[in-house]
């Protein structure tokens, strides 16, 4: 257990994802780990779920932390970060997990000498299988980051990416589980059409999308072989398949993603 002082600034759905994470795997004391919010029953409930610290005060949180976590909506950032930036310690870790924000913007606001980590984590994390994209400023070291990782292994998978790519980071990991999700409504749907309930729907679709997940990830296949391992000749799946093809599934998913990736650059 490290002797760490973490602070999250806004105890959202993330936040609190990040919090649990890193309370269960013993990262650091409960103690240790502090949460600022302007809603009280927010505070009340990570609070009963963690035995962590909380106040409503965001500079007490931001003078608190030895790595601090800003975990506020996008459009909020820069009120925020105005609000603490003075009681910031000199050496603190300050980690970004807004989209469209870069490092140069946040250096601007919280001063060149700070060690900034740009992150942009996704959902999953609230199960422990997020995925996170890090981008370190160049006043973080290798030992700063390695730190950030352990951290946050906690709930997710990181990979340091170029800051040129922390906008495809957003599109497909941050935003894809929205995409996923509609795609298992989607199953359940005609599983539902075709006579099952909708809870064995649920799970006959998501149970599948967890096992092609994990089959991607531990056999290292391509996707494309993967598939043509559950494609019989003249079989039903390639008929599902030919259909998928034939309504553009993948162009869709392509330019559902170009988009997000477009608004991402534009935030």
């Not at 809603?39 to 949180?61: F, G, Q």
């Not at 931001?62 to 009120?79: N, R, W």
């Not at 490092?103 to 060690?115: N, R, T, V, Y």
Request: proline share 4%; hydrophobic share 45%.
């Amino acid at each position: 257990m490290r002797d760490l002082h973490i602070s999250f600034i806004g105890c959202g759905n993330m936040a609190s994802a990040m919090i649990h994470g890193i309370i269960k795997a013993g990262k650091v004391a409960p103690d240790n780990v502090m949460a600022s919010n302007r809603s009280r029953e927010k505070l009340e409930a990570i609070h009963a779920s963690c035995d962590i610290r909380t106040t409503t005060d965001n500079c007490e949180a931001a003078a608190f932390a030895d790595v601090l976590f800003l975990s506020v909506k996008p459009q909020f950032y820069e009120q925020v970060i105005r609000e603490i930036k003075d009681a910031i310690r000199p050496e603190c870790l300050i980690v970004s997990i807004a989209p469209g924000k870069t490092l140069a913007w946040l250096s601007s606001l919280l001063g060149a000498d700070k060690k900034i980590l740009r992150t942009m984590p996704n959902t999953p994390a609230m199960v422990g299988e997020g995925m996170m994209g890090i981008c370190p400023n160049e006043r973080m070291t290798e030992d700063d980051v390695h730190l950030l990782q352990d951290i946050c292994k906690s709930f997710s998978r990181t990979q340091v990416v170029g800051e040129h790519l922390m906008d495809v980071v957003t599109a497909v990991s941050g935003s894809s589980p929205a995409y996923v999700f509609l795609f298992i409504e989607a199953m359940a749907d005609a599983a539902v059409a075709g006579g099952m309930t909708r809870s064995q729907a649920y799970e006959f679709a998501a149970q599948s999308v967890l096992g092609s997940a994990k089959m991607v990830l531990e056999t290292g296949k391509h996707p494309g072989e993967l598939k043509d391992m559950v494609c019989s000749p003249a079989g039903t799946t390639i008929e599902a398949v030919r259909v998928l093809e034939d309504k553009g599934l993948r162009s869709a998913v392509f330019e559902a993603m170009m988009a997000c990736l477009d608004k991402s650059k534009g935030m």
